[in-house]
């Protein structure tokens, strides 16, 4: 009796792989222009470049127009990036570091993520970026709405309203 099962289940397995085999055949043969699968042709367009790449239109605004953001958050998504400055590597000096310091995180709590250290409507945990070497208790902040400062006061960081703009 044991024969028989393991013989049976050779030929099950035989069939199952006979059939995935006819059927990535037909999957490649119904493919555009009957290429195999995963070798389809596209052709790339570039249609608007800053001038450093041939496109067909040339703005030479392009990048500038970009770099002029000091406050973008994805609608607070992200943690501000000042995009005049933040496009050399942080290491290289304190002036191309954010002045925010951020994260938000989340705990699993009966088998749901739900927030932590977060508060009502303010999901983001921020230090003051140019002390890192500070101890300081974060505060709790969101990005959604004008711009703002955090810096470290005594120990704990603060937001300040920016008054710059």
Known sequence: MQGFSLGRRFRRTATLCVLAAVGLLLTAASSPGGTAVGQESYTVTNLVSDGTIPAAHTDAN???????????????????????????????????????????????????????????????????????????TPVNVSFEGKPFSITEVNGKAQVTEDTSG
Request: charged share 20%; net charge positive.
């Open 62 to 136: 392009l990048v500038n127009a970009w770099n002029t953001q000091k406050w973008y958050t994805g609608h607070g998504w992200v943690p501000p990036i000042d995009w005049t400055r933040q496009h050399t590597d942080p290491a290289q000096g304190d002036q191309y570091r954010s002045a925010f310091e951020c994260g938000n995180f989340l705990k699993v709590d009966n088998g749901k993520f739900v927030p932590y250290l977060a508060k009502p409507g303010k999901p983001w945990i921020c230090f003051d970026g140019h002390k890192l070497d500070t101890w300081q």
